[in-house]
């Protein structure tokens, strides 16, 4: 049985010279509720491991937002919901002094 574990390396290094290939675990977390997987980048030239990244990360959106020149910052999120929950929170707040004033003005045309 292999070993997926952090850091460890595939196959068995004693097997007459096969090349060594070291598999990297990471991580995905949720951006807005915390939710996070532990998953292993694979190649179309290896088996996939276990926890291959295609596998865990079914459902989850990943996204890309271009800041600018060479800046880009990556977001994960693990369902719908907590992207429309994060992009809510995102967008500019109307402060509520401002609301109520509309309200002050309805009552004063009374």
Excluded at 52 to 66: D, F, N, P, S
Excluded at 68 to 91: A, N, P, R, T
Aim: net charge negative.
């Amino acid at each position: 049985m292999l070993d997926f574990s952090k850091n460890s390396t595939y196959g068995n290094l004693k097997n007459k010279g096969k090349k060594e290939i070291q598999l990297q675990e990471s991580y995905a977390i949720c951006r807005f509720c915390g939710k996070h997987v532990a998953y292993t980048e694979c190649s179309d030239e290896e088996t996939a491991p276990e926890n291959a990244r295609c596998e865990i990360l079914k459902g989850w959106l990943l996204v890309r937002q271009w800041k600018g020149m060479g800046l880009i910052d990556d977001y994960d999120f693990c369902s719908f919901d907590c992207l429309h929950k994060w992009v809510v929170s995102q967008l500019p707040k109307i402060p509520e002094e401002y609301l109520r004033a509309f309200d002050e003005d309805k009552d004063k045309g009374k």
